[in-house]
């Protein structure tokens, strides 16, 4: 992988980390048509290892509430939330390596995600929480289910997580802000697990000096363009819904569809 392919990479990783479009199966995407190996051991650390740059911008725009110590039960919470993702992730840690070479289960995601942020809105349309402190442990944890749905590639982390908050009725902006959140422990222990098994299995990637420049630029690259589409995501999230995704989804999901029966893309 050259410098300017991570960069590409961690770009498209930082705009789409927060929307509801999956940042894994657009940087899925980016490294087909890159023509970068999809079973290469430092690729997939690199998929998984930079989305913590993007996930940390959370922590910059939100600090205040992060380093709030006096308020434990919202470190619980997430901790709460994050417990299926662990557990999940865990266990099928193996198969999703598998999922994430297949550039037809991104694009099958893609669409039939497509169709359901199409009629979320009406579907959750009334909502009673609107503030952190009045999430139950009982909805953290349900949250934190509908995250692992977005261990399939192209499902998107953001959209499941979102979707769950407003399936236990929190508004829209409450349910956005607090899949940020939780993405910060989730994508943390993601990136511990994916270091650790990769140094495990092969040392070797980790000790190239290369290797860990493209992962330095990577995550700061990821983290600066994440801190902007944060921003504009809660700001037209809260004016305008879901609908526009819902067809970003549709086109691009069919788009790949088309380019992998015409064989551009494997």
Not at 131 to 157: L, N, T
Not at 196 to 207: H, Q, R, S
Request: aromatic fraction near 14%; glycine fraction near 6%; charged fraction near 15%.
């Amino acid at each position: 992988m050259t410098y300017l392919e991570a960069i590409i990479i961690a770009i498209v990783e930082g705009l789409t980390e927060f929307l509801p479009v999956s940042s894994t199966g657009h940087m899925i995407i980016a490294e087909r048509l890159l023509q970068l190996p999809a079973d290469d051991v430092f690729l997939k650390l690199f998929t998984v290892a930079i989305q913590l740059g993007a996930i940390l911008s959370v922590v910059v725009l939100y600090w205040k509430k992060f380093f709030d110590f006096g308020r434990l039960q919202f470190y619980l919470k997430l901790m709460v939330a994050v417990v299926p993702a662990l557990g999940i992730g865990f266990i099928f840690n193996d198969k999703i390596d598998e999922l994430l070479e297949s550039a037809t289960t991104v694009a099958v995601s893609l669409l039939l995600g497509g169709f359901i942020l199409l009629y979320i809105d009406r579907m959750f349309n009334r909502p009673r929480i609107e503030e952190e402190k009045d999430i139950s442990y009982r909805r953290a944890f349900i949250i934190g289910f509908w995250q692992c749905v977005a261990m399939i590639p192209g499902v998107s982390r953001s959209a499941a997580s979102i979707i769950g908050g407003m399936h236990q009725k929190l508004t829209r902006k409450l349910a956005a802000e607090f899949s940020f959140f939780l993405a910060v422990p989730t994508m943390a222990a993601a990136t511990g697990y994916k270091l650790l098994k990769t140094y495990k299995e092969n040392p070797e990637v980790l000790t190239d000096q290369h290797n860990l420049m493209l992962l330095a630029i990577g995550n700061v690259v990821a983290f600066i363009v994440a801190l902007l589409a944060i921003k504009f995501f809660i700001t037209y999230l809260q004016k305008y819904g879901f609908k526009l995704f819902g067809w970003y989804r549709i086109v691009v999901g069919t788009a790949l569809l088309i380019l992998i029966m015409m064989g551009y893309i494997r």
